[in-house]
């Protein structure tokens, strides 16, 4: 079975903690326990083997006995969060959910049948496997969420190599493939899983230090966050041994930063795709966006400057798009990367390219020196079509400095003139109140 081996897990560490949420601790054996209830009740209900439920919760113990015990009863599960910008009505129709389960905030779960019957191709494709399925749906940035699905059996067999047993925060969300990652690695290592009451830089802080957490997996935006609100000098965060970076290019200007301020952390950058799964990687140093990525069930190449990847554990397909696969199976990730040797650098998405007369900005690049100027607190860089050059580069910036935008902008351009080559430097600067990332810590652009 799908998830046999984490059971057998859970056994040999039932008297560690197995998750810490709102500050209480439930052990590997009580985790058991609560997914041996769950199976009890989704037979009780007639939940059929290889149906398509969707489950719609964050992070709590019976969200995560619901997940477990579903893909052990080989259903097909479709992770929602509240955050999902596009309705969940909406997925649920692109998923052909037959059941819904709900966790609300305290952890109370509702089940019922939605009277829908699934039909599509790779749904059927699953079932006549006899394998579980895990459905996850792309953020939407730059249109409709799609819905990737996935062989939960090939996801689940990177786990059955052990690795050290850490105690790390859950702070990707239910819903993204590097949370459902984060919590694999930590429940199939016997590590513990702490779920922060919620991902302000505050509580984040607050759960570190309170919990002794060694390993936290992040994104850019929010370690931005956190060194700009100053919450790290508030609390101890001595006991952080990792942290690991993704979802979007980190600036250099943050990282050193951060390297500054905390010479005993690590540094890593991580990469992943809902289309794929999380690469296992290795920064160069825990100062570099230099890093490798692959290992076992995954090969790279670029193409035309572009990461290809082909891997064991990619989707089967989406249920509302054309796959997006070579005819020889490489999946075109569409991230612009310059090589040294077995070393990649991410320059960013080619999508977000900005043409200024047939030069080349990356949107990242320019963040990066921007986001070094004092009192910036966060900047976001995009082309605007312009009848001369083709395109020009602009800049939003939120500031917790009181000064005009006349005043900032001869200020930025002086900060930029010996650091950007001059087409790369904003021409169109708009100061805003409101933040500029989403409510998954991810830039918005």
Known sequence: MAIEFLLDRFDQTKDAEAL???????????????????????????????????????????????????????????????????????????????????????????IEKTGTQAEHELLWQLRDRQHPGLIIFTSGSTGKSKA??????????????????????????????????????????????????DRSPEKVADAIAKHRVQVLPTSPTFLTLLLLSGVHQGYDLSSLEVVTYGTEVMPQSVLNKLNQLFPNIRFQQTYGLTELGIMRSKSRSSDSLWFKVGGEGYETRIINGMLEIKAKSAMLGYLNAPAPFTLDGWYMTGDVVEIDGEWLRILGRKSELINVGGQKVYPSEVESVLQAMEGVVEVSVKGEANPITGNIVTAKVRLTTDETLRNFRSRLKAFCQDKLESYKIPMRITLVQERLHSDRFKKNR
């Not at 969707?54 to 113990?61: N, V, W, Y």
């Not at 080989?74 to 596009?86: D, F, G, I, N, P």
């Not at 105690?167 to 819903?175: E, H, N, Q, S, Y």
């Open 20 to 110: 810490i949420w709102r500050d209480r601790s439930l052990l590997y054996g009580e985790l058991k326990e609560l997914i041996q209830f769950w199976q009890k009740r989704l037979e009780e209900e007639i939940v059929e083997k290889g149906a398509v439920v969707a489950l719609e919760a964050d992070f709590s113990p019976n969200a995560v006995a619901l997940l477990l015990s579903l893909l052990q009863h080989q259903c097909v599960v479709a992770v929602l969060t509240a955050e999902m910008k596009t309705s969940r009505a909406e997925l649920r129709q692109i998923a052909e959910v037959e059941w819904l389960v709900k966790v609300d905030a305290d952890d109370r779960v509702s």
């Open 148 to 197: 990737a699905i996935h062989d939960f059996v090939f996801i689940i067999e990177k786990f059955q190599t052990l690795r050290p047993a850490q105690k790390t925060l859950l702070f990707l969300l239910f819903d993204h493939i590097g949370g459902i990652n984060t919590l694999l690695h930590v429940l199939a290592n016997g590590g513990c899983a702490v779920i922060p009451l």
